[in-house]
């Protein structure tokens, strides 16, 4: 199944139903008096985190919704019957944007966690409500009120504790193969990893946290090379990074350097990421057998790249180092979550800058994506504009009633 991190749909809300003008009607009752009743409430549409789907695909194919209308209204003061909501399933971790005014009406991060998108409309009045001693016999009656329409974008973004970042063939898929149950694919060639993959990192009874194994990044991904930022973005919601960094890069490049691109890109990309906490792993250093050259090469990286904080050594191919690893980053996520807990003003200033990160990112996606687009039109000159768009628009629009 395609990995689709992105979709945008519109849905509409059912109509309210009709209201009617009807006069009871009885033998021997000869001004029975208004007797019609109110239309039904058109459906809701609702979006809704579900754990049984892990990607937007389904949204990329049928691109409209529409909720069903309510009855019109019966008469003996019988109301129509209201329309059934609709429920549109999207995985956990799931933004959702209306696309007119640019706010984000909500932020899908657990299971069964639903938002209404687009409110049905009411329906309409009967005769019987505009009676008086006036106006004994009503002929008035209105119709249902419209449902909301709305063109929403939505926004996957990986729920991960700690993100893996670092250039390709750096080691991250075998890393999280050694630490959890995730299965990715893995290979002596660059970018093996072309989606974000998830593992459960479980340390004990009660003890766990998610990591994201990120496709790798090369100089310029800031500005749309390699595979650009286009999966950068699932790192937003990380409480941490976790640096991998080849210290012997079979490619015979400075490891030095190669470290410096991913703090060069993240910072292009989003200031606001790039200040997150950040653990260097020096990495694959099976490769290196002499002990003092080992310790003199990772001293040099360390020492040249002005590195302050943590520094870990590891194989990810032998699993030397990296139980320390995971072992730490539990600690320090624990610790982080109980102060949370007990300290509100923590807990606000760590929603805050959050949200900073997540409007930060969403900018700077959009405006690489509105370059990609348009450097992608001009040299596609002569060709209808519409073809000049993303790829992920060429899709035929179908419209989906959900009873």
Same mark, same amino acid.
């Given at each position: 199944?395609?990995? +689709?991190?992105?979709?945008?749909?519109?849905?509409?809300?059912?109509?309210?139903?009709?209201? $009617?003008?009807?006069?009871?009607?009885?033998?021997?009752?000869?001004?029975?008096?208004?007797?019609?009743?109110?239309?039904?409430?058109?459906?809701? $549409?609702?979006?809704? %985190?579900?754990?049984?789907?892990?990607? *937007?695909?389904?949204?990329?194919?049928?691109?409209?919704?529409?909720?069903? !209308?309510?009855?019109?209204?019966?008469?003996?003061?019988?109301?129509?019957?209201?329309?059934?909501?609709?429920?549109?399933?999207?995985?956990?971790?799931?933004?959702?944007?209306?696309?007119?005014?640019?706010?984000?009406?909500?932020? *899908?991060?657990?299971? /069964?966690?639903?938002?209404?998108?687009?409110?049905?409309? /009411?329906?309409? *009045?009967?005769?019987?409500?505009?009676?008086?001693?006036?106006?004994?016999?009503?002929?008035?009656?209105?119709?249902?009120?419209?449902?909301?329409?709305?063109?929403?974008?939505?926004?996957?973004?990986?729920?991960?504790?700690?993100?893996?970042?670092?250039?390709?063939?750096?080691?991250?898929?075998?890393?999280?193969?050694?630490?959890?149950?995730?299965?990715?694919?893995?290979?002596?060639?660059?970018?093996?990893?072309?989606?974000?993959?998830?593992? &459960?990192?479980?340390?004990?009874?009660?003890?766990?946290?998610?990591?994201?194994? +990120?496709?790798?990044?090369?100089?310029?991904?800031?500005?749309?090379?390699?595979?650009? $930022?286009? =999966? *950068?973005?699932?790192?937003?919601?990380?409480?941490?990074?976790?640096?991998? &960094?080849?210290?012997?890069?079979?490619?015979?490049?400075?490891?030095?350097?190669?470290?410096?691109?991913?703090?060069?890109?993240?910072? !292009? =990309?989003?200031?606001?990421?790039?200040?997150?906490?950040?653990?260097?792993?020096?990495?694959?250093? /099976?490769?290196?057998?002499?002990?003092?050259?080992?310790?003199?090469?990772?001293?040099?990286?360390?020492?040249?790249?002005?590195?302050?904080?943590?520094?870990?050594?590891?194989?990810?191919?032998?699993?030397?180092?990296?139980?320390?690893?995971?072992?730490?980053?539990?600690?320090?996520?624990?610790?982080?979550?109980?102060?949370?807990?007990?300290?509100?003003? =923590?807990?606000?200033?760590?929603?805050?800058?959050?949200?900073?990160?997540?409007?930060?990112?969403? !900018?700077?996606?959009?405006?690489?994506?509105?370059?990609?687009? %348009?450097?992608?039109?001009?040299?596609?000159?002569?060709?209808?504009?519409?073809?000049?768009?993303?790829?992920?628009?060429?899709?035929? &629009?179908?419209? &989906?009633?959900?009873?």
């Amino acid at each position: 199944m395609r990995f +689709i991190d992105e979709a945008v749909v519109t849905v509409k809300a059912g109509d309210g139903g009709n209201g $009617i003008a009807s006069f009871r009607r009885e033998k021997y009752v000869p001004r029975g008096g208004p007797d019609g009743g109110d239309g039904g409430s058109g459906g809701d $549409i609702y979006v809704i %985190a579900a754990d049984n789907t892990n990607t *937007l695909v389904d949204y990329r194919y049928t691109r409209r919704y529409d909720a069903m !209308r309510g009855e019109n209204g019966h008469s003996r003061n019988c109301s129509g019957k209201g329309s059934d909501d609709v429920l549109l399933p999207v995985p956990i971790g799931t933004t959702i944007i209306d696309t007119e005014t640019d706010e984000v009406i909500g932020d *899908l991060i657990e299971i /069964d966690q639903k938002i209404l998108v687009a409110k049905g409309g /009411d329906g309409g *009045l009967g005769n019987t409500h505009f009676k008086s001693s006036t106006n004994q016999a009503p002929r008035k009656a209105t119709s249902g009120f419209e449902g909301e329409l709305k063109v929403l974008k939505f926004e996957l973004k990986v729920v991960a504790d700690v993100g893996l970042v670092g250039l390709p063939n750096a080691g991250k898929s075998t890393f999280i193969r050694q630490v959890s149950a995730a299965t990715p694919k893995v290979a002596d060639y660059p970018f093996t990893t072309l989606v974000p993959n998830l593992g &459960v990192v479980d340390i004990g009874r009660h003890r766990s946290f998610v990591m994201a194994d +990120i496709p790798g990044l090369i100089e310029g991904a800031s500005e749309g090379a390699g595979l650009g $930022i286009r =999966f *950068l973005k699932h790192v937003a919601r990380t409480r941490r990074l976790l640096h991998l &960094v080849d210290i012997k890069p079979i490619d015979g490049s400075d490891p030095v350097q190669n470290a410096r691109v991913i703090l060069t890109e993240l910072e !292009r =990309f989003s200031p606001e990421l790039a200040n997150l906490p950040q653990i260097l792993v020096l990495n694959k250093i /099976d490769q290196v057998v002499d002990e003092s050259e080992l310790n003199e090469l990772c001293t040099h990286i360390v020492a040249e790249l002005g590195w302050t904080g943590i520094v870990f050594r590891t194989s990810t191919l032998t699993g030397e180092g990296v139980d320390a690893v995971k072992y730490h980053l539990m600690n320090e996520i624990e610790r982080e979550r109980e102060r949370e807990l007990e300290d509100p003003i =923590f807990a606000e200033a760590q929603k805050e800058s959050f949200e900073r990160l997540e409007a930060e990112v969403r !900018r700077n996606t959009e405006a690489q994506r509105e370059a990609y687009r %348009a450097a992608r039109k001009a040299q596609r000159e002569g060709i209808d504009a519409d073809d000049s768009n993303d790829d992920d628009d060429d899709y035929d &629009v179908e419209v &989906v009633y959900v009873p």
